[in-house]
């Protein structure tokens, strides 16, 4: 197997897990909540199978039902400081990097 394809594959099968644990715990979050999938469908203002596909961890269901529904649990919060700069610890180093060794007064 070419290595790129390789490295592609176990990625898409990484995000599949990561998905299909993120649909796993917003299920289970509802249901703790005491919300009834037609009423997460409403509040969410999409269909029953939207909801479902969601629970799944389904790829091609878009971020924007993932947001609304992360939402609707009150957990919006969460996805707004995933990518947050002052929590990007990789960001912050590579910045860092680019650094002048020193700083020169202009004349």
């Known amino acids: 197997m070419d290595s790129l394809l390789y490295i592609m594959t176990v990625k898409s099968f990484r995000v599949e897990r990561i998905l299909k644990k993120l649909g796993s715990?917003?299920?289970?979050?509802?249901?703790?909540?005491?919300?009834?999938?037609?009423?997460?469908?409403?509040?969410?203002?999409v269909t029953r199978v939207t909801v479902a596909n969601i629970e799944r961890g389904e790829p091609s269901?878009?971020?924007?039902?993932?947001?609304?529904?992360?939402?609707?649990?009150?957990?919006?919060?969460?996805?707004?400081?995933i990518m947050d700069r002052?929590?990007?610890?990789?960001?912050?180093?590579?910045?860092?990097e680019k650094l002048p060794k020193r700083v020169r007064v202009p004349k």
């Open 86 to 96: 002052t929590h990007d610890a990789l960001g912050l180093d590579l910045m860092d």
């Open 25 to 45: 715990d917003i299920r289970d979050a509802r249901k703790r909540r005491g919300i009834t999938a037609q009423l997460m469908a409403e509040r969410m203002g």
């Open 61 to 81: 269901t878009g971020m924007g039902n993932y947001a609304m529904a992360l939402h609707i649990l009150g957990k919006a919060d969460a996805l707004e400081m």
